[in-house]
């Protein structure tokens, strides 16, 4: 199968530095093919703007949509941007590897949303959510906290995790299309072991070998 991997932390020694680097070493050895973005490594400009584009659709007014359905029509997206569109269209599941950042995911894979996923190439009217162009590609977010599990239950100090997530899994995820895998979610790695993180790991590598095997969860309009 065709997996695409988005990778979001600075620091390739953390624990979703480890997460990442396992993953890949695990499908590949598996016989998957792998493909990554690894942001920061890229240095990935997350500004969305008119360096989307090769091309221009109106020159006086900068309307980010009217210029991705243009630069769908056209073939207009500026190289890197098309390369990274390419990878989603080519994959059968795509992983984000993050750190849980203020409730949400870092600035720069949000940038990457914004810039890749262009209406007219990844979502248009009439293909939204169950008629959504990636009706056939599942998603996983892998993701790491700041906080202990109990911290992330509905009556827990940051509320149940399941709301924390849907902006992603429901308003991007379920938007455009994808399935929406159950989340991977290791709680608190610094406050953990070695012996504990190395299991953890060993953890992740199991459910990966299983992985295509998985049901979507439901996450639904309300």
């Not at 849907?166 to 790695?189: A, D, K, M, N, W």
Request: charged letters at 20%; aromatic letters at 14%; a negative charge.
């Amino acid at each position: 199968m065709n997996i695409l991997i988005v990778y979001a932390h600075p620091e390739p020694q953390s624990m979703n530095g480890a997460m990442y680097q396992t993953a890949i070493a695990h499908l590949e050895a598996a016989g998957h093919h792998v493909k990554t973005s690894d942001l920061y490594s890229m240095q990935f400009d997350p500004v969305s703007s008119r360096n989307n584009f090769s091309t221009v659709y109106d020159p006086a007014f900068f309307k980010p949509q009217l210029e991705e359905m243009h630069a769908t029509e056209v073939g207009g997206f500026a190289d890197k941007i098309n390369m990274e569109q390419e990878k989603v269209e080519w994959c059968d599941l795509m992983i984000w590897q993050f750190p849980l950042w203020w409730f949400s995911i870092p600035a720069i894979l949000k940038g990457w949303v914004d810039r890749v996923f262009a209406m007219g190439r990844f979502y248009k009217n009439g293909h939204l959510y169950e008629t959504g162009l990636f009706g056939s590609k599942k998603a996983l977010l892998s993701l790491t906290t700041g906080g202990p599990p109990e911290n992330y239950l509905r009556d827990g100090l940051n509320g149940d995790l399941e709301g924390i997530l849907r902006p992603v899994h429901r308003g991007i995820f379920e938007f455009t299309g994808f399935s929406v895998l159950q989340p991977h979610v290791i709680y608190g790695p610094a406050r953990q072991s070695p012996q504990e993180l190395s299991a953890v790991l060993k953890n992740w590598e199991h459910r990966l070998e299983h992985i295509f095997e998985e049901q979507p969860i439901t996450i639904g309009a309300y």
